[in-house]
């Protein structure tokens, strides 16, 4: 393939997805499709397979066209690349069961592809600074509210239509009630019309992981004939609680407080969590210690050391750290060197085995620590911020945080200069899934993904324990991980748990449970989720084909995997969409995998 798109991870085979651009200098716009964390970068973070077509080197072939499970227009203005052959082959394919996909807004697209389908009168342009679902029973907006508002950064252009057929069904549209996203049948093919520029999928309008994914992808799982396989995260679901101490929490209240041994572990893994717990290592108690054993070896809760602790001296409050000797400021190898040896010995008094997923309080480690944690297994982070850079400090996130540039979702090696102390890029990989917002100074502010920031009486965060509230911001932490295809990640920090009763935390865990029973949820610990993201990433869908004869999917992976992955596949069903898991096992360089499909 052509440069630019030498470098993408393409799929050949009649159930991949035809990705169709221009990169002539007459198509104008081209630049958008450059750009990274753009529509590109979803297709490989989902795993969908694909393969780019670009109109600069050749016409579209309409046998080419009819060997594919669906068709993608990502480019607006693409219709000013199209022959009229080429958009009859188009039309044709649609109506033999190619399902089309259009993310082109452009006015003249549409009238001279869609409009017989979509059956408008009428064009014009316009914007707007949200969307509104207005159907939420279908495949494509089912995990949405009726009326659900996504909002966006900075107004977005839309082609304004009216009267569409009735045969059309429009499940998103502008405030002022015009279509945004219609979906038509045409013959035996699916259409999806966005009318909203491409441009809400970069990240000044909107951007990735911020509350449209699921409709992006959704809607080429529609559209494409079935069956239809992804490589994505499975729907995992596990837990994160920061700033850790157990019954010796000076933050309890009451006897009935959820921290006393450990108690709202216990209520995690009645709700099916396995959580992360960073612990302020030198504050538990021989007791607790006891209970971090049990749990350990029933497999109900993973071990972080998060810091050694947080003591009051003369009145104030001193951290005391482990992976660095401050905000920002790198530890000497002697001191790591002896908080190391202290770190092991303390787990093996408590014949544990620390979580692989390095969970570093205030920063990530630093430089200087990251061959001590190589050398224990310890090579994964649940945090964005580069290594030996304080939280608050903006630089810590000026880096490319794969796969979209978004501080709260990434799937990605951390970079390290110059392999420090032979230290590679490679080395490190930071699984997380967490809805930071951008400010634009840079920064983030745990305040923002924490659930029960703001919501509890912890430094009079709010006036009473306000549960309602930090249920429903829990939620959007689960739902948007989800959404997102990530992982579902319940985070708080375990000063502001001890406020609460236990019937308090067993009320908003069940609440979370109810008001999320729509999800397939797949409760796991960090460190499994972390580790399956980064084999997710290592390896792609290169070709897949259906055998509607045989009834057999053939799917080939090329890459590599050091543990057994699973793939998703979409069929219809009884007027819907459903999936199932087929089995990836360990392979280096390339698999391919025949599997029946289910009915």
């Not at 200098?25 to 989902?46: C, K, M, Q």
């Not at 394919?93 to 059956?119: C, E, P, Q, W, Y």
């Not at 460190?527 to 259906?546: H, T």
């Amino acid at each position: 393939m052509n440069e630019p798109w030498g470098h993408y991870r393409q799929a050949t085979g009649n159930r991949s997805i035809m990705v169709i651009v221009d990169s002539s200098d007459s198509a104008g716009n081209i630049v958008y499709s450059y750009r990274p964390w753009t529509l590109f970068s979803a297709f490989e973070h989902l795993g969908i397979p694909y393969q780019i077509f670009d109109l600069r080197d050749t016409d579209l072939d309409h046998d080419d066209l009819l060997s594919r499970s669906a068709i993608i227009l990502v480019q607006h203005g693409i219709g000013d690349s199209l022959s009229s052959d080429e958009v009859h082959s188009l039309i044709d394919a649609l109506h033999k069961g190619i399902g089309i996909v259009s993310f082109d807004d452009d006015a003249k697209t549409l009238d001279m592809l869609f409009r017989n389908i979509l059956g408008f009168s009428k064009l014009s342009r316009a914007n707007a600074a949200s969307i509104v679902v207005d159907d939420s029973k279908h495949y494509i907006t089912s995990s949405r509210d009726m009326g659900e508002i996504i909002s966006f950064k900075r107004p977005v252009e839309y082609t304004s239509i009216e009267d569409l057929s009735p045969t059309v069904r429009t499940l998103l549209r502008s405030p002022k009630r015009e279509p945004i996203l219609s979906v038509a049948h045409f013959g035996d093919g699916r259409l999806v019309q966005f009318t909203m520029s491409p441009h809400v999928w970069l990240n000044e309008y909107l951007g990735f992981a911020e509350g449209l994914d699921d409709i992006f992808w959704r809607s080429i799982v529609w559209a494409s004939r079935k069956p239809f396989c992804m490589n994505a995260m499975p729907p995992f679901v596990t837990c994160r609680i920061d700033d850790c101490s157990g019954s010796n929490s000076r933050y309890k209240r009451g006897e009935d407080s959820a921290v006393l041994g450990f108690r709202y572990i216990d209520a995690l893994n009645e709700h099916g969590y396995i959580p992360n717990i960073g612990l302020f290592i030198d504050e538990i108690s021989n007791e607790d210690s006891e209970i971090i054993k049990r749990k350990y070896d029933m497999g109900l809760a993973e071990f972080s050391a998060h810091a050694f602790g947080e003591y009051y001296e003369d009145g104030r409050t001193v951290t005391h750290f482990i992976y660095h000797r401050t905000h920002g400021v790198e530890s000497t190898n002697a001191e790591l060197a002896e908080n190391f040896a202290r770190l092991d010995y303390i787990y093996g008094r408590w014949h544990i085995a620390p979580s692989k997923v390095v969970n570093s309080h205030y920063q990530n480690p630093g430089l200087r620590a990251l061959s001590y944690l190589k050398e224990r297994g310890q090579t994964y982070v649940m945090f964005g911020g580069l290594f030996g850079k304080a939280y608050s400090d903006p630089t810590a996130y000026m880096w490319d945080q794969g796969p979209y540039g978004h501080p709260g979702y990434v799937f990605d090696n951390i970079p390290i200069p110059n392999d420090f102390q032979d230290v590679k890029t490679s080395d490190f990989f930071c699984a997380m899934s967490h809805p930071y917002k951008r400010y634009q100074d840079g920064k983030i502010s745990d305040g923002d993904i924490d659930f029960l920031s703001g919501n509890v009486v912890f430094f009079n965060e709010s006036e009473f324990n306000n549960l309602e509230s930090a249920i429903k911001k829990a939620i959007i932490g689960i739902k948007r991980g989800l959404d997102n295809l990530f992982f579902g990640c319940l985070f708080t920090h375990e000063q502001r748990i001890a406020v609460l009763s236990s019937e308090e935390w067993n009320t908003i865990l069940g609440s979370i449970d109810e008001l999320t029973s729509n999800y397939h949820k797949i409760y796991k610990g960090y460190d499994y989720v972390a580790e399956y993201a980064r084999n997710k990433c290592c390896c792609w869908i290169s070709k897949v084909d259906y055998d509607s004869a045989t009834k057999h999917i053939s799917c080939t992976f090329d890459g590599r995997t050091d543990i057994p992955l699973q793939f998703y596949v979409f069929i219809d069903h009884n007027d819907s969409i459903r999936y199932y898991f087929e089995s990836l096992m360990a392979f280096t360089d390339s698999i391919t995998i025949s599997v029946p499909m289910k009915e």
